[in-house]
């Protein structure tokens, strides 16, 4: 799996071809997943404006600062024909994209955009409108290819061999941030470019979906919350939660962990294709409610994965979307008890032909260390 099959030349012309159809006149976009997406370029997000302008009809070129043309013609991007505009200190070049636009109608921007940079374009390109890039890219960028979900199942073999490690590094009388500490080592570790988060959450900490750590000292016979990803080198992210128990947990605990894990089954079980993205948490819910933990479970069961930890599709009621092959999302249902203890399992899946596959394969049973 090379960046030309990660980042292959064809996506410029899918992406003008949308842009077209979206009745955009062009895309802009800087630093950020979008511009990584088309071109493959990491580029640095600057106060020096980056910028691939992609036109509906005409040639794409790229905004640069020469300080970074170096950078930008050694990245993927310089085996999409691209001409880099590289412009110097003195030079304005929004005015320089601007005047190679002409009067365009309505451009889309880089939904990660930076305001300053969108506030310059309305500026230089008055009476045009704007809109997200996302809404034009979101339908390429959710249909994962075979590469990108290989990349994705290398990136979930990657954070499950970090899991296969968190049993040796929990124990009573260690903080939550020590943990943390020797989890983040692992994930970079494992293959890790970046790690993008870890959870550690012990006892009542757990009961909050998105604590981070603290200097807490776990106790023994407490559940602990450990959610973990990161972006590997081709830009393609991890994210994997389970749930562990430092010696024998409370009897409430283990009772609706076990309903938790049935509920993570049946939405795994749902995923197919033509079925809604809310059918697939509904699966999760109605598992929790009917078990008397329906407000414990207080947060979507899942989103989308690639480039980004989040991004489209969300598994959520009122997205009645249906799921397509190539669709890849989390499937992460939680039950929380405020004060107490709580609980989350999380596999990445991806919707095939037939089903869906999880690229996440550790233990769901509760580990207990």
Known sequence: MTSSDLYPVSRLAAVQEAAAKGGLDALLLTPGPDLRYVSGYDAKPLERLTCLVVPAAGEPYMMVPRLELPAAEASPASRLGLEFVAWDETDDPYAIAAARLGRPAKVGLADRMWAMASLRFREVLPGTEQVLAGSVLRELRMRKSPAEVAALREAGEAIDAVHRQVPGLLRAGRTEREVARDIAEAILAAGHATVDFVIV?????????????????????????????????????????????????????????????????????????????????????????????????????????????????????????????????????????????????????????????????????????
């Open 201 to 369: 959450a012990s006892g009542p900490n757990g009961a909050s979906p998105h604590h981070d750590v603290s200097d807490r000292v776990i106790q023994a016979g407490e559940p602990v919350v450990v959610d973990i990803g990161g972006q590997l080198p081709n830009g393609y992210c991890s994210d994997s939660t389970r749930t562990y128990s430092v010696g024998e947990p409370p009897a409430e605990f283990a009772a609706y962990y076990e309903v938790l894990r049935q509920a993570q089954e049946a939405a795994c079980a749902a995923v197919r294709p033509g079925v809604s993205c809310e059918s697939v948490d509904a699966a999760a819910r109605e598992h929790i409610a009917a078990a008397g933990h329906g407000d414990h479970f207080v947060h979507r069961t899942g989103h989308g994965i690639g480039i980004e930890t989040h991004e489209e599709p969300y598994i959520v009621a009122g997205n009645g979307e249906p799921l397509e092959p190539g669709h890849a999302f989390s499937v992460e249902p939680g039950i929380y008890l405020p004060g107490r203890h709580g609980a989350r399992i999380e596999d990445i899946v991806v919707c095939t032909e037939s089903g869906g596959e999880r690229l996440n394969n550790t233990p769901r049973e509760l580990v207990v260390v």
